[in-house]
Antibody, heavy 117, light 109 residues
């Protein structure tokens, strides 16, 4: 069974930093591209970042470009999201998801990031 | 950026009825890279349909997807109690951002 488990969320002040992790099991992690997707409270889904299996291709949404950095460690079957210069509007549940058949499947359970003073 | 517009915003139906959800793209979605997800309160989204019309593993056959180009449809042939949820479409075109629609809530009438 494929499992994705996010961690690292919490309360952070505006301008602060946080690093999210996503531990993946049940698949050959190094074979798959990965995404980060977020969902603000009561709102819809927003794709924010993509990384290819070898880390050779990386994309970001404009809303996080220059502030967030996606990375992965294939030896540890882990995905990361370094979030800097956090803003109130970054408050959301952050999900990691495998890219499979040109879709996101499966998703982790999410980790809540709250940016507030 | 491709904008996806879902309609209606809310669909009020009874168990056993047919649900038809629409997802319209602002420009053509390449190779029908259009996916549908279901999300229940407090849960992560779950993939239902990929490639516009292929059911994901374990998804019941009452769920079907159709469409191409800019117009896509998710149909639930007979609503079961567990199908009342929010549904999102997402396009996975040739270049990012890979946008989602705003969602359609299917609620019990």
């Amino acid at each position: 069974e494929v499992q994705l488990v996010e961690s690292g969320g919490g309360l952070v002040q505006p301008g602060g930093s946080l690093r999210l992790s996503c531990a993946v099991s049940g698949i050959t992690f190094s074979s798959y591209s990965m995404n980060w997707v977020r969902q603000a409270p009561g709102k819809g889904l927003e794709w924010i970042s993509y990384i290819s299996s070898s880390s050779s291709t990386i994309y970001y949404a404009d809303s996080v470009k220059g502030r967030f950095t996606i990375s992965r460690d294939n030896a540890k079957s882990s995905l990361y999201l370094q979030m800097n210069t956090l803003r109130d509007e970054d408050t959301a549940v952050y999900y990691c998801a495998r890219v499979h058949r040109a879709a996101a499947d499966p998703w982790g359970q999410g980790t809540l990031v709250t940016v507030s003073s | 950026e491709i904008v996806l517009t879902q309609s209606p915003g809310t669909l009020s139906l009874s168990p056993g009825e047919r649900a038809t959800l629409s997802c319209r793209a602002s420009q053509s979605v390449s190779d029908s890279y259009l996916a549908w997800y279901q999300q229940k309160p407090g849960q992560a989204p779950r993939l239902l349909i990929y490639g516009a019309s292929s059911r994901a593993t374990g998804i019941p056959d009452r769920f079907s997807g159709s469409g191409s180009g800019t117009d896509f449809t998710l149909t639930i042939s007979r609503l079961e109690p567990e199908d009342f949820a929010v549904y999102y479409c997402q396009q996975y075109g040739s270049s990012p951002p890979w946008t989602f629609g705003q969602g359609t809530k299917v609620e019990i009438k």
